[in-house]
Structures are given as structure tokens and as C-alpha cells.
């Protein structure tokens, strides 16, 4: 991060926008509550806040895409309240979407070009002109080998750039970045980082959404917490993660008495600071995966991936983007034929059984990106989990737990899952996959795109299902949160497993800390 | 190279096409004929439907506005001459489009569809009780013309000039818009695109290309009834042509409308009493295996020398298309 550029001069007082008395309600419910909120020239503004606080929402109200029931945007010296979204956009504010937008049957250079085309310069510049200008961004933001590909074909990681390139091709003055580092490791993150702030030294002014501490920590100039559609908090960052109200609301206890167990920053990722998981057992082998191949159509992911699951155990499978973890987990559940090797469970061989005769044997897989049924209610997601179930009895009963277990639940029994916070969502998925009763749960990203709060309640529970019995292996990009949490735990690279051992010892290795916890 | 090539071969082509009424029957033209006004009509479709993704099953409502503003206006008090109506009838049908588009363009994906389903039947309707003007479900009778090449040649006018039309809206920041909408609309609307304006252009451009293939087949067929002109078939057919040739493609549907055109004539003429149901099955054979078109066994031929027809795609189609 040396040789960037410095900052731009900033005018104090310069205001970009201007929000005041911002309120969205839905039906009768307010998601955004009355914010005001200033964003200042040349600035980084971090925004964090619990799922459903209403981040996305604001982000929404201030390009046009949703208009707010109440409150004025200024931006610019312009009101821009009643402004129709694509004119906000030509007048130099652009977004990247929290769920990737692509245009998906067209190639990354076109996706760009389209920005370039309709952005705030967009009538200076002919079509060809724009496809021009695609290949200059797609050079800032390193897609340039990515230019002819469909983004269909895309990685997430690359779709999270291609996201950035076509907001950054609308030559915008101000731009909202909606999460955009959910989902990337730490060394990714540190690129994310740097390419940010890349962008804000050349002039663009920034507002950031995001969860990840680190990274909200390391850029931004100011820091507002919303919470219930309020802002609680405003201020330097520093202040903001040592204030109580933000402590309770979003970051939780577990992240505070890090913090202050070792005084400063740095601490947060201090390994073995606060295990959480209980003693190990010591029973038989449950999963037995061995010489694993398999990948999508002549594409290899896993090449020879062996490892085994002991009874009553929690394994940690980390791993960089694309490494395999979930191509690994697919395999597992029999949703992706393995090419090679073989997949024990419980003794008997499931390789290449149908996927719902595994479900039948006690595997449950609850995807990452979480596929809840969004048009059905809760329960009704929760209850698609009982199909091949025959102790009907006993259904209602688990029910009633998996409510007791996860109380919000309960009082969003009735709502529509697609209506669910991110944090819900996911609460919701583990929910379902716990009402197959299974034996192996497979949990892929659990902490994907949630506030530090829910992911220490969604860790707590999972050493809670532990203790009752069920084994988990567990999928997570935050490789510390992970390797608290599990026994074991496994390194997969490039389609391998590298190293393995006990939680504890990973979590020491240097190897494991310049890797993932970027140290 | 390979592109000169390609120009060469295309021109070759038109010079058959030019050629044709020379070499074969003046029944056999009337074949040709009909593909190249179902040309038309599927290039007027791919705009709305291929490019910007909008489901339109009611595009017959503007082949019939097309078919009875050419009839009524030659056969009325001013004997119109035939361009001039037809010119006319695009006109309206367009001004129809803009005026019905600005609201039911705001509804999406089934609703869309239901939608512009009940345009064309209300419009049917109307021609079929406004006795005064439209005589009704006795229709109307237009000036009679025979010579079987003026139509071959109007419309394969007409379709070089759809193509030429469609291939600079492919690379125009109009058709790059639209091709947004299609992927993500709100992602479209951030990036700048009135997306408002850009369907109802494209929305009255499809209309534009439905009237004069309507008008045409008016002067052909002389004699023009509600039942005849109104009828869902149309709007079938060149959904049809565009999905099989390939949506959003600039030569798809042409080469669409030649394969349908042929495949109907010959199984047709192969069995005259299964033709719907053989058909109908060769056209689900298409979608299920061709979801994209046979523009992109023809794109995917040329960029890796991969196999056109794949297992895989058919799952792959069946994974995209599931209901979520």
C-alpha cells in the first residue's frame, strides 16, 4: 500500500449528499428510520450494522431505486428525492450490489462498456468509444484476462470485481459499496483494500457497507453503526468499535473481550485467544472420503482429497476462494458425481448414491448463499426438511426445539423467507437442515455476508448441536472464527488437502497465519 | 479472411434470393414468400422479446393493426396506393405500441405476457364488432394483385432492411441497453438506462416490423377477417422462428423462420394429419437441446471447435430454467 497516491484535499464542511429525515417502510414496518446522515467530499465512510439494520435499504433510497416515504437527498447541492434512478446515476452516483448484479449472458468487457456508455459521461461517448474506455478499467481493477469471458463464467470473487469495474466505468463522484469483500480471504481482502483506497485517492468519494472489521477498520475515515434503522453511532472508527452501544448492537462481546484482552487492534486476530470448543471425542469414523476427484464437466477441481469425520465431531475446512471446499462438500452429498475415490458414511458406501437416498443415511447440506424456498413462510422452510422422514410423531417436537434453539424463528414463523434479514436467512437454512435430523451437517460459508454478532450466536449454536450429538463439518472463510469453533481441521489448496491437524495447533502454525489470517 | 469469406458466402446467398422467382414455380414462391414474411415478423419479435427479454405474445395485435390500416385505407374513399398504407399502418401500429406500452411494459415475466395476450384479443374484438369501419367478422376486401414476385420481393426487401436494422441496434447504445434490461433490470437502472424508454422503443419497433408483415400478407391474401388476422398462430410462429434461429442474435431469426418454414412445409407435405404433433415435438427437441438458438451452434463451431450438441446443455437449460 506504499506507493499510493495521496489523498485528495479535502474542503471541511464540503458536503457530497445530504440526507435528511431518510425513512423506507414496507407495509408498516420502517427499515430505515429517520437517518440523517452526511457524506463529506473525498471522504470514506464506513457503514456497519447488524443484519437488518437497514444498510441496503438506504443505499437504495439514495440511488432511486426504492423512494423513501419520507426525507430529502441532497446531492451536490441538487435534490435528488424524487429523482428517477437512471438520472441519479448520469449525475455521478453509482452502487455495487451486496448480491452480484451481472449482466450474465454478456462478456465482462460488454458489462463494463454498458457503465461507460449510460454513466455520468456516458453521452460524450460513442458505444465503440466505451468499449474502449471497458478495457481501461477492466485494467484498474485487474479483470483485463477476464474481458471475453461471459460473467456467467465468473468466480465470485472475480464477479464481486466485474461489480466494481461497472459502477467505476459511470465515472462517479460518489460511490456506495455494498459488501463487496463478503466472502474473500484475508489476503484477498488486504487486495480489496488497497484497491479501494486506490479509488478514493483518484478522487472518488466513498460510502462502504461492510462486515468485515479489518477491512472497515483499515479504510475508512469516519464510521456510522446503524441499527433498527437508526444510526446509533457516528464518528472516528476507534471510538465507534469501543462504544458500548455498537459493542451490544453489532460486534458483539466475544469481539470486545478481544479487543481488550490484548489492548489493541492487532488482537482481533490473535489466534487462540478464546477457544471455544469443547473437549474432543473419541468416536469411530463417521465420514470417510477417500482419493476424492471430481470438478464440472471436464474442469478437475478436486484432484485426490482424502479425509475423515469422527463421531460427534466439528471439522473445520478452510481454504482459499476456489480451492474446492465447496466443490468438496457437493461431492460429499452426492449433488456432484465424484469422477474417482470413494465416500464412506457411517460404514456404508455412499459414492455416486442418489442425493436423497444420503439425506435418507443422515448427511444434511446446508449450502452456502443459504436456497431457502423465498416464497414459502419459515415454517413452511423448515418443513421441507422432513421428507424422508417416517417418525412423523416426533416432528412437531423437533419444531418446537429448533424454535427454542433459535428463538427468532419463532416470531417470524409465519413471514416469507425471502423477506428474512441475511442473518435470519441463514439461521432459517441450518434450521431446515436440522429438521432432517441428520447425523453429518455440512455447512457451507455459515458466516458469509453476517454481522459479527450473528456469527458468534449461529457459532454458539452449532457447538449446542454438537453437544447433542450431531457432527459438523464446517465450510468458513474466516479462518480464526472457524478453527475456535472445531476440533479439527483441514487445509485445502488448489483441490488438495495440505495439512490437517487439531484446531488448536492449525490456528499456531505460522504457515496457516500468513495464509489466512494475514499476518 | 474468414470474414471476407462469410461476405462472399452471404452475398452468393442474395443473389439466389434475388434469382429465385426465376428458378422455381410461382406455387413454390409462395413458400418462400411466407418465410420471408415470418422473417419479418420474428425480426420485429427478437427486439422485444430476443434483445430485451420481454415475453410479448401479443405482437399478432399489431400484424393485424398493420393488416387493416393497409385494407382500409386502399379500399376506402381515398384509394390510398399500397406503400403509402402500409407506410401508415407501421406508423399506427408503432403509436398503438408506444400507448399500450407505457403501462403494461411496467409488469413483468408472466404478467407481461398475460397482458399483451389480452391486447391481441381485445383488439380482435374490436375488429370483429366495429361493423361500420371493419365490416365486421365479413372482413374487407383489398384491390387484387397477382404477380406472385412483387410480394417475394417487397418482403425480401423488407427483411435485408430488418437485417441492417437489427445488426446496428445490436451494436448501438439503444440495443446495448436493452440487452441490460434483459439481464437485470434494476442493475440497468443504476447503470443509467432510462429503461422506461428503452422498451417502449423496442416494444414499438417490434410493432413497426408485425404491421408490415401484416399489411403485406393483407395485399396477398386479399381478403382480411379478424379471425384470420388476429390469430395467435402469428404470434406463435415467430416466437418460434426467433427461439429456434436465436434470440438477441441479428441473424437468428431469419435463419429461424427458414428452418421453421421448411420444417413445416415438409413434414406438412410427409404427414398431412400428424403435421401439428410432429412439429410440435421437433420444436421442443429444439428448445430443450438449443435453448440458445442455432446461432450458437453455428458462434460456439467457430470460437473452440467444441461439439454443438452437449447432454450437459440440456441440464444445464433444465438448472436455469427451473422455476425459483
Known amino acids: 500500500m506504499s506507493a499510493l497516491p495521496s489523498p485528495v484535499p479535502r474542503i471541511p464542511g464540503d458536503s457530497i449528499l445530504e440526507a435528511r429525515g431518510i425513512t423506507k417502510k414496507f407495509g408498516g414496518l420502517a427499515a430505515v428510520d429517520g437517518i440523517d446522515l452526511t457524506i463529506r467530499r473525498g471522504e470514506i465512510l464506513g457503514v456497519i450494522g447488524p443484519n437488518g439494520a437497514g444498510k441496503t435499504t438506504f443505499v437504495n433510497c439514495m440511488t432511486g431505486l426504492e423512494k423513501p416515504t419520507a426525507g430529502t437527498i441532497v446531492f451536490n447541492g441538487q435534490d435528488i428525492t424524487k429523482t428517477p434512478s437512471y438520472r441519479i446515476g448520469r449525475l455521478g452516483m453509482a452502487r455495487t450490489f451486496q448480491v452480484v448484479k451481472p449482466l450474465r449472458q454478456l462478456t465482462v468487457r460488454e458489462n463494463v462498456a454498458t457503465g461507460a456508455m449510460f454513466g455520468a459521461r456516458g453521452s460524450e461517448r460513442s458505444a ?387 495464509a489466512y489470517l494475514g499476518l | 479472411m474468414k470474414k471476407a469469406a462469410a461476405i462472399a458466402g452471404f452475398l452468393a446467398l442474395l443473389a439466389l434470393l434475388v434469382a429465385l422467382p426465376r428458378l422455381v414455380s410461382s406455387y413454390k414462391l409462395l413458400t418462400y414468400t411466407r418465410f420471408l414474411i415470418l422473417a419479418l415478423m420474428a425480426q420485429g419479435w427478437n427486439f422485444i422479446g430476443g434483445y430485451t427479454g420481454y415475453a410479448a405474445f401479443g405482437n399478432v395485435a399489431y400484424f393485424g393493426i398493420g393488416a387493416y390500416t393497409t385494407g382500409l385505407l386502399m379500399i376506402g374513399k381515398w384509394h390510398v396506393p399500397f406503400f403509402p398504407a402500409l407506410a401508415a399502418g407501421a406508423l399506427l401500429s408503432a403509436l398503438v405500441a408506444i400507448l399500450l406500452g407505457l403501462p403494461i411494459l411496467r409488469l413483468k415475466g408472466h404478467y407481461f405476457a398475460i397482458a399483451t395476450l389480452g391486447v391481441a384479443e381485445a383488439l380482435s374484438q374490436v375488429a370483429d364488432t366495429w361493423d361500420s369501419v371493419t365490416e365486421g367478422s365479413t372482413g374487407i376486401d383489398l384491390p387484387l394483385k397477382t404477380e406472385g414476385e412483387f410480394f417475394y420481393y417487397t418482403a425480401l426487401g423488407f427483411v435485408i432492411v430488418g437485417l441492417l436494422c437489427t445488426a446496428a441496434f445490436s451494436r448501438s447504445k439503444l440495443g446495448n441497453g436493452c440487452v441490460a434490461i434483459r439481464e437485470d433490470q434494476d442493475a440497468a437502472r443504476m447503470l443509467g438506462i432510462n429503461t422506461t424508454l428503452f422498451k417502449v422503443i423496442a416494444y414499438a419497433l417490434s410493432a413497426v416490423f408485425a404491421a408490415l408483415a401484416g399489411g403485406l400478407t393483407a395485399y396477398q391474401n386479399i381478403h382480411v377477417t379478424p379471425g384470420d388476422f388476429f390469430k395467435i398462430d402469428y404470434t406463435l410462429q415467430m416466437i418460434i422462428a426467433t427461439i429456434i434461429g436465436g434470440a438477441g442474435t441479428v441473424l437468428g431469426p431469419v435463419l429461424g423462420a427458414a428452418v421453421f418454414q421448411l420444417l413445416s412445409t415438409y413434414v406438412w407435405s410427409k404427414f398431412l394429419e400428424l403435421h401439428p404433433t410432429i412439429l410440435g415435438v421437433i420444436i421442443v427437441l429444439f428448445i430443450v437441446f438449443l435453448p440458445r438458438g442455432l446461432m450458437t451452434v453455428l458462434g460456439r463451431k467457430r470460437q473452440r471447435g467444441e461439439r454443438p450438441f452437449r447432454m450437459s446443455d440440456l441440464l444445464a437449460n433444465v438448472r436455469a430454467h427451473r422455476v425459483t
Open chain 1, 128 to 514: 465503440a468509444q466505451a468499449r474502449h474506455e471497458a478495457d481501461e478499467v477492466l485494467e484498474r481493477v485487474g479483470l483485463a484476462d477476464m474481458r471475453g469471458r461471459t460473467a456467467t463464467e465468473l468466480t465470485i470473487l472475480d464477479l464481486k470485481r466485474l461489480e466494481l469495474a461497472k459502477a467505476l466505468a459511470m465515472d462517479p463522484q460518489l460511490l456506495f459499496l455494498d459488501e463487496v469483500m463478503a466472502g474473500l480471504n484475508q489476503s484477498e481482502i488486504e487486495k480489496a483494500m488497497e484497491l479501494i483506497l486506490r479509488v478514493n485517492r483518484s478522487g472518488v468519494t466513498l460510502f462502504v457497507i461492510e462486515h468485515v472489521m479489518k477491512a472497515i477498520m483499515g479504510i475508512s475515515d469516519r464510521l456510522t453503526v446503524l441499527h433498527y434503522g437508526r444510526k446509533i453511532a457516528e464518528g472516528n472508527p476507534k471510538d465507534i468499535v469501543e462504544s458500548p452501544a455498537v459493542i451490544e448492537a453489532y460486534l458483539g462481546e466475544r469481539f470486545a473481550r478481544r479487543a481488550e484482552a490484548a489492548g489493541e487492534e492487532n488482537a482481533l486476530i490473535e489466534p487462540g485467544t478464546f477457544l471455544k470448543a469443547p473437549p474432543a471425542p473419541a468416536g469411530d469414523t463417521l465420514l470417510e472420503v477417500k482419493n476424492l476427484v471430481s470438478g464440472y464437466g471436464e474442469v478437475q477441481i478436486l484432484r485426490d482429497v482424502s479425509l475423515e469425520v469422527k463421531d460427534k465431531e466439528i471439522v473445520a475446512l478452510i481454504g482459499a476462494n476456489g480451492a474446492g471446499k465447496t466443490t468438496l462438500l457437493w461431492t460429499i452429498s452426492q449433488l456432484l458425481k465424484p469422477m474417482g475415490g470413494s465416500v464412506h458414511f457411517a460404514g456404508r458406501d455412499i459414492t455416486a448414491a442418489r442425493s436423497d437416498e444420503v439425506v435418507g443415511a443422515g448427511v444434511v447440506h446446508v449450502p452456502q448463499g443459504r436456497r431457502l424456498f423465498a416464497g414459502l413462510t419459515v415454517r413452511e422452510n423448515l418443513m421441507q426438511g422432513v421428507y424422508l422422514r417416517r417418525d412423523t410423531e416426533r416432528i412437531e417436537q423437533d419444531l418446537e426445539r429448533i424454535f427454542s434453539l433459535l428463538p427468532l424463528l419463532k416470531e417470524r414463523a409465519g413471514q416469507l423467507a425471502g423477506r428474512l434479514s441475511g442473518g435470519e436467512q441463514q439461521m432459517c437454512a441450518i434450521g431446515r437442515g436440522l429438521m432432517s435430523r441428520p447425523r453429518l451437517l455440512l455447512i457451507d460459508e455459515l458466516s458469509l455476508g453476517l454481522a459479527p454478532l450473528v456469527v458468534d450466536s449461529l457459532l454458539d449454536l452449532i457447538t449446542e448441536i454438537n453437544r447433542e450429538g450431531t457432527t459438523v463439518l464446517l465450510v468458513e472463510q474466516d479462518v480464526q472464527v472457524a478453527l475456535e469453533h472445531a476440533h479439527r481441521g483441514y487445509v485445502l489448496e488448489t483441490g488438495r488437502i495440505v495439512q490437517t491437524g487439531p484446531a488448536e495447533e492449525l490456528l499456531d502454525d505460522p504457515r496457516i497465519r500468513q
